[in-house]
């Protein structure tokens, strides 16, 4: 930019004319349209918003909070990234910073998945804390599968909810094996008869939905202290311990690297005069820079596009890798071309299908599941990756019905294109339950 001002000066000297004349507001407002300045404010320009390069030298794991409407998801994302910023190790996010929309504000309840990141000595987490309100249950999917580890978090003053049982459920099927538990707003119970009869129950849910219910970490305290720096046994310590067990007994998920790149896409938004960005967690692969991609679903013709420029929580990546929580932008596409369920992806490598076979564990009016048994042309709707759409079942020959609690094999019909392969694991609901879940067992048409 000093360049720019001497190259000014210069010529209004040169000239004769007096600095402040109108004379020589003309030569600066002619100079600002040669190339060369031009080019010298651009390079200026983009110096001053260069990112800050994103760094590996931890590994990456992505995990969450799961659990019922105001048992304290987002006020414990909240304090540990309080906790952690005074150790350096994370940017404080306040409850308003996390629950960001403002209908979200207003309500006091979290409508979608949200990110945020820190790290402890020996690792760099993202953080997605998922809505527990049953309305918004769909968002919670989409953020459980984005998860490679989980905290459940469960209120002292109000143990197991409904929410607790089908995150539980959820974050299972959709294959988070392990989490730890934080029981929250322990400030509030008295009586630690109480807090050992929440933990009993909690370690038997576990148990029940396919956990380690004996091994679990199960860690009592209170977020709300900790944010408020407030009976540090109970706050500041609580997380601590709470982040020591996470560093311990979640395992770092082993990345698949070798395969060609593949993002579920979460959301997009748009940049003005840059572009649209494509946000997600890969789910395998690499991706550089200048790489041409498709996006695929929703349509039987793929979109071509190209990545020209690559985020990961505000800083600026030459490539992202699976287990990445990604933001890319892409070269010639709308807002409105992007929808959630579809996948960016290595070109040629995945195909969206309308029809699949599929074997399917219907679950059991125990479990949440269905009353009485279906027959063909049942429609439920089927969640896979980031999306959903409604699928037609069709019987096999012979088989009339089919019974909760009963494994089955099926065709699927699905209501629009949709990117799938064999072996993908999806959840099927109707209405506000989970009725099934099951893996595709192959792609017809």
């Given amino acids: 930019m000093n360049v720019t001002l001497k190259l000014i000066?210069?010529?209004?000297?040169?000239?004769?004319?007096?600095?402040?004349?109108?004379?020589?507001?003309?030569?600066?407002?002619?100079?600002?349209?040669?190339?060369?300045?031009?080019?010298?404010?651009?390079?200026?320009?983009?110096?001053?918003?260069?990112?800050?390069?994103?760094?590996?030298?931890?590994?990456?794991i992505n995990i969450g909070t799961i659990g019922h409407v105001d048992h304290g998801k987002t006020t414990l994302t909240a304090?540990?990234?309080k906790v952690l910023s005074e150790k350096g190790g994370s940017k404080f996010k306040d409850y308003a910073d996390i629950d960001n929309a403002p209908e979200e504000r207003a309500r006091g309840i979290t409508i979608n998945a949200s990110h945020v990141e820190y790290e402890t000595d020996t690792r760099h987490y993202g953080h997605i804390?998922?809505?527990?309100?049953?309305?918004?249950i769909k968002n919670m999917i989409t953020g459980a599968a984005q998860m490679d580890g989980a905290i459940l978090v469960?209120?002292?003053?109000?143990?197991?909810?409904?929410?607790?049982?089908?995150?539980?459920?959820?974050?299972?099927?959709?294959?988070?094996k392990n989490l730890c538990v934080f029981i929250n707003k322990a400030d509030m119970v008295?009586?630690?008869?109480?807090?050992?009869?929440?933990?009993?129950?909690?370690?038997?849910?576990?148990?029940?939905?396919?956990?380690?219910?004996?091994?679990?970490?199960?860690?009592?305290?209170?977020?709300?202290?900790?944010?408020?720096?407030?009976?540090p046994e109970l706050g500041v310590q609580k997380i601590q311990e709470l982040l020591a067990a996470v560093d311990s007994h979640i395992p770092l998920p082993k990345r698949d690297l070798d395969k060609p790149f593949l993002m579920p896409v979460e959301d997009s938004f748009s940049i003005s005069g840059r572009g649209t960005v494509i946000t997600g967690s890969i789910e395998r692969g690499i991706v550089k820079k200048g790489d041409e991609l498709e996006l695929v679903g929703h349509s039987n013709v793929p979109i071509k596009t190209v990545a020209t420029g690559l985020e990961m929580f505000h800083k600026s990546l030459e490539q992202g890798?699976?287990?990445?929580?990604?933001?890319?932008?892409?070269?010639?596409?709308?807002?409105?071309d992007v929808k959630r369920g579809m996948v960016?992806?290595?070109?040629?490598?995945?195909?969206?299908?309308?029809?699949?076979?599929?074997?399917?564990?219907?679950?059991k009016k125990e479990e949440g599941g269905r009353h009485k048994p279906f027959v063909s042309n049942y429609t439920p709707q089927m969640y896979v990756r980031t999306g959903d759409v409604a699928a037609t079942i069709t019987l096999d020959a012979g088989k009339e019905f089919v019974m909760p609690g009963e494994d089955a094999s099926f065709s699927l019909t699905l209501m629009h294109p949709t990117p799938l392969e064999k072996g993908l694991r999806f959840t099927m609901r109707e209405g506000s339950k989970t009725v099934g879940t099951g893996v595709i067992t192959e792609v017809i048409e």
């Fill in 344 to 363: 960016l992806c290595a070109p040629g490598t995945v195909k969206a299908y309308t029809k699949c076979k599929a074997q399917v564990y219907i679950l």
């Fill in 321 to 336: 890798q699976a287990g990445d929580n990604l933001g890319a932008l892409v070269r010639g596409l709308k807002r409105e």
């Fill in 9 to 60: 000066s210069s010529q209004v000297l040169q000239s004769g004319i007096k600095p402040h004349s109108t004379a020589s507001v003309k030569i600066f407002q002619n100079l600002l349209f040669c190339q060369s300045i031009n080019n010298q404010i651009r390079l200026y320009a983009a110096e001053a918003v260069a990112r800050k390069a994103f760094s590996r030298q931890k590994p990456h």
């Fill in 154 to 176: 469960v209120a002292a003053t109000d143990g197991q909810m409904p929410q607790t049982r089908e995150h539980l459920l959820l974050a299972n099927q959709i294959g988070v």
């Fill in 190 to 231: 008295d009586d630690k008869e109480i807090m050992d009869l929440v933990e009993m129950e909690i370690r038997e849910l576990l148990t029940e939905y396919g956990y380690d219910g004996d091994n679990t970490p199960v860690i009592g305290g209170s977020a709300l202290c900790a944010l408020e720096g407030k009976k």
């Fill in 79 to 81: 304090a540990i990234t």
């Fill in 129 to 136: 804390d998922c809505p527990g309100h049953a309305d918004y």
